[in-house]
């Protein structure tokens, strides 16, 4: 074997083991971004959840739904992440369920639009 063989056979074992380093790093990446999204996903639904079952909870208590948001954070102890949701809470009539939608805020948006 020549000095240029020897040569490329040891690039080529010191490659292997920075590829497979790199390939587990990028795994990692991957998996750690999809487990943030779903826990996201998870947080948005439990927060729509609980602000429903709340309004249906005064509904059977008081024969009403609530009129606002508001009121179920006094009355009902909600207290939603309104920091991180952005929830719009629709009063329809005091015997329909309000239109409830809870949606991931979106910081730093209103600076971009306002300029």
Avoid: W
Avoid at 53 to 76: F, I, M, N, T, W
């Amino acid at each position: 074997m020549n000095i240029i063989q020897k040569r490329n056979k040891s690039r080529i074992k010191t490659l292997i083991p920075i590829i497979i380093i790199a390939a587990a790093i990028a795994l990692f990446i991957t998996l750690v971004g999809g487990i943030s999204g779903t826990s996201e996903d998870e947080g948005l639904s439990l927060t729509l959840e609980s602000l429903k079952r709340a309004s249906v909870q005064c509904y059977a208590l008081e024969g009403v739904y609530p009129p606002d948001l508001d009121y179920l954070k006094v009355h009902y102890g909600v207290r939603p992440n309104e920091e991180k949701y952005l929830i719009n809470y629709e009063y329809i009539a005091s015997n329909l369920m309000p239109d409830i939608t809870v949606l991931p805020s979106m910081v730093g948006v209103e600076a971009i639009i306002t300029e």
